[in-house]
């Protein structure tokens, strides 16, 4: 039996790095709910022209293509947008995860691991087996989004947009994963979680 595992927790605090050690596992199989978004909206998707209608074609770029920091700019500094946008993607993105999900336990894998910032809201906690829920230290996670790139206005508003999302997430956590430490020893303890879930 395959056991999915689902990690969740706030933007820049190690859900990625979680599951891309999972994934050096040839048995596990990793779903990255984030691209799977991006992939929902491209040219000719049907959530791309429903994108256009709520948000306007002002977000169109002169290729066809979705502006994705003109519409990230929008909403998350607009909770309603957010919502709307949201309402838009997350369908396509679950009914994606479903099949790709399916097709992994046929073809056999131990484990299938999705990431996924909206794992509750997007109705995908329901089918996992687990949720782990990656957090770290609020100066880290700031730290780690402006070394990506991301402006100190820009980082500030991500992280507000996201306020008490650890608090929402707790309750239907099954582990708990802190990555604010030294990442050799989080990650022995990623493997140890993974063996305890029932992982090989």
Request: charged residues 25%; negative net charge; contains cysteine.
């Amino acid at each position: 039996m395959t056991v999915r595992i689902g990690l969740t927790g706030p933007i820049g605090c190690g859900k990625s790095t979680v599951a891309g050690w999972l994934g050096e596992r040839p048995e596990v199989v990793v779903i990255d709910a984030d691209q799977i978004a991006r992939e929902v909206v491209t040219v000719g998707e049907p959530a791309s022209d429903a994108v256009f209608e709520r948000f306007g074609d002002g977000l169109r770029r002169a290729d066809g293509t979705l502006d994705r920091a003109a519409l990230g700019a929008i909403v998350f500094s607009d909770a309603s947008a957010l919502r709307d946008l949201e309402a838009i993607v997350h369908p396509a993105v679950r009914r994606r995860i479903l099949a790709m999900m399916a097709a992994a336990g046929a073809e056999g894998a131990v484990a299938v691991v999705i990431e996924a910032i909206k794992l509750v809201e997007g109705g995908l906690a329901a089918i996992c087996d687990e949720v782990w829920l990656v957090t770290c230290e609020a100066s880290i996670q700031r730290d780690r989004l402006i070394g990506r790139g991301t402006t100190p206005d820009d980082a500030a508003l991500r992280i507000a947009a996201q306020g008490g999302l650890v608090e929402q997430l707790a309750p239907v956590a099954t582990r708990i994963i802190d990555t604010s430490g030294d990442p050799a020893e989080t990650r022995a303890l990623v493997e140890l979680a993974f063996l305890d879930a029932g992982g090989l």
